[in-house]
Each structure stands twice: as C-alpha cells, then as structure tokens.
C-alpha cells in the first residue's frame, strides 16, 4: 500500500512570511496526491492534486506543490501566508493498491499557525 | 457541482442505542462511497468502501457487524452505529466518487457523534 508521511506535525509562521509544508510519499508505482485543507469545525477541501501531469502543481488561495520523484516528495508552499490559512492540512495519497480501489491514505496532518 | 451532505451534522446518542448517519451525493451519482473516522486532532482513517448495490467492504480491524453500511442508491449511503459505547464517539466522514469527475474524492462536512 501506498503511504505519505507528514514531517511536522505542528508549523508556525507570521502573517505575510512563506509557508512550506514538508511530505514524503512511499509508492512503488507512480502516485496520484492530493493536499486537503481541514479548518476547525469544516469539511475537507481540496487544495491541489497531481496525477502524473505537470510536477508543479497550483491549487487555490495562492499554494502550489512539486512532486520530486527523486527525493520522493510532494512538499506544499505559499509564498505569503494570510491568518484565514490556520487549519490542519493534510497530505493524501490515493491507494491504487489496495481493496478499496480509489480509497485516499491520509497523513497525520500538520497544523499550520498564522500569527500577526 | 459535486456537493456531498451528510446528516446530522452532529448527533448525541445514550450508550447501548444505535445512530444513523446519511451521506448524500446531491448534484451527481456516486458509484463508490468511503467512510472515514477521525479522532480528534488525528487524521482520517479509512473504515470502509462501499459500492452501489453491493456489500461494502470494511479495513482491517473494523467491526462491521458494529458499523453497518448500506449503499442503497447512487445518491445514498448509510452508517448506522450500532450498540454505541462512548469509545465509538468520533467525527464520521463520508466520501463520494463517480467515473464522470475523474474518481476525484468529494468528501461531506462530517458527523459530529457523542455517545454519553
């Protein structure tokens, strides 16, 4: 089965600074990964998904992602981080591999603070 | 478009008695719907998949005489919990995919269950 690994768990930046959300993937085939974005209280929203097209992915409210196969990665930025982007924020892979076809493996998820 | 209700959005039930919970495709038809727990300040794991007609089929270590799923229609699955004990207290997300959005996963806003 296909895995990711969130490096952070919790990332604090000041308003207007860059955001960089570090993940790792473990796959043995080529990956389909996503970025969700959970604010407290709300449902998952999509942020961005990369499918094996461009490796520069853009997603909503100014983030992108590059898919490195070399380094096995799929890091998530922004260049200037807004208070309104604290949530938890989560790195998916989608399990090809498994039973349940289509089925998304969530990562541990990485907090995102935005102060002032 | 792809909008996914889920219903109730939050549900207290007394331990021993069972709880229903919807999960809707309301502008497409789902032919795959997944059901996801999540623990507070935890990440989402996967319970089951279920397809249209069919019986779901349940990840390991979850008790599906416990969590009874039941895909009735393309626009319609159920989770009944049953026999809650406050151990099964959790946040309950559903998901639906359909071929005609490319498998993308769209994911409900959750059910909020507290078993007293």
């Known amino acids: 089965a296909q895995s990711v690994t969130q490096l952070d768990s919790h990332v604090s930046v000041s308003e207007g600074t860059p955001v960089l959300l570090r993940c790792n993937y473990s796959s043995s085939y080529s990956p389909s990964l996503f970025w969700y974005v959970q604010h407290p209280n709300k449902g998952l929203q999509l942020l961005l998904k990369?499918?094996?097209?461009?490796?520069l992915v853009k997603g909503i409210n100014g983030f992108e992602a590059e898919f490195k196969k070399s380094e096995t990665s799929f890091h998530l930025t922004k260049p200037s981080a807004h208070m309104s982007d604290a949530a938890e924020y989560f790195c998916v892979v989608s399990d090809r591999g498994s039973n349940s076809g289509y089925a998304l493996n969530f990562g541990k998820g990485t907090s995102l603070l935005v102060t002032p | 478009g792809a909008v996914v209700s889920q219903h109730p959005s939050w549900v207290i039930c007394k331990s021993g008695t069972s709880v229903k919970i919807e999960c809707r495709s309301l502008?497409?038809?789902?032919?795959?719907m997944f059901w996801y727990r999540q623990f507070p300040k935890q990440s989402l794991m996967l319970m089951a998949t279920s397809n249209e007609g069919s019986k779901a089929t349940y990840e390991q270590g979850v008790e599906k005489d416990k969590f009874l799923i039941n895909h009735a229609s393309l626009t319609l699955s159920t989770l009944t919990v049953t026999s809650a004990h406050p151990e099964d207290s959790s946040f309950y997300i559903c998901?639906?995919?359909?071929?005609?959005?490319?498998?993308?996963?769209?994911f409900g806003p959750g059910t909020r269950l507290t078993v007293t």
């Open positions: 998901s639906a995919i359909t071929p005609g959005k490319g498998y993308e996963q769209y």
């Open positions: 502008d497409f038809q789902a032919t795959t």
């Open positions: 990369y499918t094996s097209a461009a490796t």
